[in-house]
């Protein structure tokens, strides 16, 4: 069985109302508590419920490979990076992980990270010198923060998706594989579009651990056509 699908829903837990909670964090509280991807998580050592998203791409559509090179846009808490590091086996010296994100990271082993905005114009430079050569597979789960208002935070989501997409067009080896968060809302089909013209496959994947009553989705394209130019190698940071 996938490690995605081992968890067993505990009994519902409730948190009780007083304190200094507001309405809302009291129902974000109590989501966790009886969240069974939470709760797998800590059992198996990932930073996050996110990570069997990923967990389940990659069981079906076979992302990484040994020996792959890996970014990983909007990487924390890191959960994403630990499951590429196994997986292309960094526990063996094998592969490449970068990763980058505005927050800091606790440090993971055979992960390279940056604490840098990606939308910072230096930010693809220093993540290609970093990766030392060209990429297998891009990965973003990069998210802004939430306005509450949904058409907004569509179009910001889906910002960052078009320009992580344009930095794997730039990095990607042909065959490679971009995987990008993305919320409904009508453009991510436009993003959709766009990508079948370097793309052999795009689809839109809702992974079981994807809330139900969440708006996002996953764009994952397969199969790059393009690379046949390759990027400025500089050094790879120590």
């Given at each position: 069985?996938?490690?995605?699908?081992?968890?067993a829903?505990?009994?519902?837990?409730?948190?009780?109302?007083?304190?200094?909670?507001t309405?809302s964090s009291?129902a974000?509280?109590?989501?966790?508590?009886?969240?069974?991807?939470v709760?797998?998580?800590?059992?198996?050592?990932?930073?996050?419920?996110?990570?069997y998203?990923?967990?389940?791409?990659?069981?079906?559509?076979?992302?990484?490979?040994?020996?792959g090179?890996v970014?990983?846009?909007?990487?924390?808490?890191?959960g994403?990076s630990?499951?590429?590091?196994?997986?292309?086996?960094?526990?063996?010296?094998?592969?490449?992980?970068?990763?980058i994100d505005?927050?800091?990271?606790?440090?993971?082993?055979?992960v390279d990270?940056?604490q840098?905005?990606?939308m910072?114009?230096?930010a693809?430079?220093?993540?290609?010198?970093?990766?030392?050569?060209r990429?297998?597979?891009?990965?973003s789960?990069?998210?802004?923060n939430a306005?509450?208002?949904r058409?907004?935070?569509?179009?910001?989501?889906?910002?960052l998706?078009?320009?992580?997409?344009?930095?794997?067009?730039?990095?990607?080896d042909?065959?490679?594989?971009?995987?990008?968060?993305?919320?409904?809302g009508g453009?991510e089909?436009?993003?959709l579009?766009?990508?079948?013209?370097?793309?052999a496959?795009?689809?839109h994947?809702?992974?079981?651990?994807?809330?139900?009553?969440?708006a996002e989705?996953?764009?994952?394209a397969?199969?790059?056509?393009?690379?046949?130019?390759?990027?400025?190698?500089?050094p790879a940071?120590?």
């Open positions: 069985m996938s490690e995605a699908g081992k968890g829903r505990p009994g519902r837990q409730t948190v009780r109302r007083g304190g200094n909670r309405p009291r974000w509280l109590q989501r966790q508590l009886n969240d069974p991807f709760a797998q998580a800590k059992r198996d050592g990932y930073r996050s419920r996110a990570t998203k990923l967990i389940e791409i990659d069981d079906k559509f076979r992302l990484f490979r040994p020996g090179r970014v990983d846009l909007g990487a924390a808490p890191g994403w630990q499951v590429a590091a196994r997986r292309v086996g960094r526990e063996a010296d094998r592969g490449r992980v970068v990763a505005l927050l800091e990271i606790d440090p993971i082993p055979g990270f940056a840098l905005d990606f910072d114009e230096s693809p430079e220093r993540l290609t010198a970093m990766l030392g050569g990429a297998d597979v891009v990965l789960d990069m998210a802004a306005t509450g208002h058409p907004t935070d569509h179009l910001k989501i889906m910002g998706a078009e320009a992580a997409a344009e930095f794997a067009r730039a990095v990607l042909p065959g490679g594989a971009f995987l990008a968060k993305v919320l409904k453009t089909n436009t993003l579009a766009d990508l079948k013209r370097d793309f496959q795009v689809r994947l809702k992974p079981a651990a994807s809330r139900p009553d969440s989705l996953y764009v994952l397969t199969g790059f056509r393009g690379g046949t130019e390759a990027p400025s190698e500089a940071e120590a």
